[in-house]
């Protein structure tokens, strides 16, 4: 059983750890503060194995990152807390998330796919290497 449990400020630095292991375009400290500040919320896996972060606007979410630690990829914590955040999403009222992600990251684009989202635009250099990135979008709700 995979729980998730919504971070507190002190553990700010343990979601940074996971970050910097596993996420090529990694978030620096001042990065993860920041969006922690601004009402970003960040959820934890319950063994810390992983983290993801989404900031909600009205019926709009942002999925702004996640992060599974390198030795425990491959055994569906990702699709957990994927599956958690569009859960979550659905319980406030979302209607629909949206998410970039590098155009090299087959795996997350998969994972993506098949929880349902879909490529909307396509963002010429978006990383500071001047790689392009991906916007997907998952609509929830629909009637």
């Not at 879909?118 to 929830?140: E, H, S």
């Amino acid at each position: 059983m995979h729980k998730l449990r919504l971070a507190s400020f002190n553990e700010l630095s343990l979601i940074v750890n996971i970050e910097q292991q596993c996420n090529y375009y990694a978030w620096g400290y001042n990065l993860v503060y920041e969006s922690f500040m601004s009402g970003s919320q960040f959820f934890l896996h319950e063994s810390n194995a992983g983290y993801y972060c989404v900031k909600l606007i009205d019926d709009i979410a942002e999925f702004l990152s996640i992060g599974v630690s390198p030795q425990l990829q491959g055994q569906g914590i990702g699709f957990v807390m994927c599956s958690h955040m569009i859960e979550h999403c659905k319980i406030n009222g979302v209607q629909k998330i949206f998410l970039e992600v590098s155009v090299q990251n087959f795996k997350a684009i998969s994972l993506y796919k098949k929880l349902g989202f879909f490529v909307i635009d396509l963002r010429k250099q978006y990383y500071n290497d001047g790689m392009d990135a991906y916007t997907m979008q998952l609509t929830l709700g629909l009637f």
